[in-house]
């Protein structure tokens, strides 16, 4: 190996998922409940809100082929999208009005006839939630303060920093670093911490609930990791 390819490898990112912290209350009201994060440096070149790469956009027309209305529908009785239903009902979200992720994405697929891009970024993230039922997010590196891990919101807490950040009433589920709220639990990313265009640095986090297999979870990092990674 040359000097140069080892001081690379050195001052790579550690793209090993790891397990994040969660706080006691909701460890002991919500067993299963796990946040599983990973760095990730991009290579791919250009913008991240810009247009898909070829084979990105080719997969995107693939699984608009695959999924179609049956797999739809039998969608949600399959273990994954299961799993999420149920923990949605145990959090008082109905997942038929609050639709999980991967409902979510599949309905969209059938109002549009097809999954349309939405940015390399984007594009990724969905083709990870495709691929295994668990959803990915993504927050800029540089604007975390420590692990991650799940916790309650406190009143009037603001998701993320800024003058603009919105207020969050008590006891939301959120996931957080340090120092503050990053992301509703399944849904927002607050913005001052989502990745920019021209992010380079980004922390992947996936959600795992019980009875969602940490193998998928770990696969749904894996997928976007390595489409982000590709040169």
């Given at each position: 190996m040359s000097a140069g390819r080892a001081g690379e490898e050195a001052s790579a990112p550690d793209a090993t998922p790891v397990v994040g912290w969660c706080a006691s209350e909701v460890e002991q009201e919500l067993p299963g409940l796990r946040v599983h994060s990973c760095a990730v440096r991009v290579g791919r070149l250009g913008s991240l809100t810009g247009a898909s790469p070829p084979d990105v956009e080719s997969r995107l027309r693939e699984a608009s082929s695959r999924i179609r209305g049956g797999r739809a529908i039998a969608m949600r009785r399959e273990p994954v999208p299961a799993a999420y239903r149920v923990?949605?009902?145990?959090?008082?979200?109905?997942?038929?009005?609050?639709?999980?992720?991967?409902?979510?994405?599949?309905?969209?697929?059938?109002?549009?006839?097809?999954?349309?891009?939405?940015?390399?970024?984007?594009?990724?993230?969905?083709m990870a939630l495709l691929d295994t039922g668990v959803a990915v997010w993504a927050l800029a590196a540089d604007a975390l303060d420590g692990p991650l891990g799940i916790r309650t919101s406190r009143e009037g807490?603001?998701?993320?920093?800024?003058?603009?950040?919105?207020?969050?009433?008590?006891?939301?589920?959120?996931?957080?670093?340090?120092?503050?709220?990053?992301?509703?639990?399944?849904g927002d990313v607050a913005d001052s911490h989502a990745p920019r265009a021209r992010s380079r640095e980004l922390v992947l986090f996936a959600i795992q609930v019980s009875g969602v297999p940490t193998?998928?979870?770990?696969?749904?990092?894996?997928?976007?990791?390595?489409?982000?990674?590709?040169?």
């Open positions: 923990f949605f009902l145990q959090i008082g979200m109905d997942p038929d009005v609050e639709r999980t992720p991967i409902e979510a994405a599949v309905t969209e697929r059938m109002l549009r006839g097809g999954f349309p891009t939405g940015g390399l970024l984007d594009d990724v993230l969905l807490e603001p998701l993320g920093h800024g003058p603009h950040a919105p207020l969050l009433a008590d006891g939301r589920l959120v996931v957080a670093d340090a120092s503050s709220a990053l992301a509703l639990l399944f193998l998928y979870v770990e696969e749904a990092l894996w997928s976007a990791r390595t489409a982000l990674e590709h040169p």
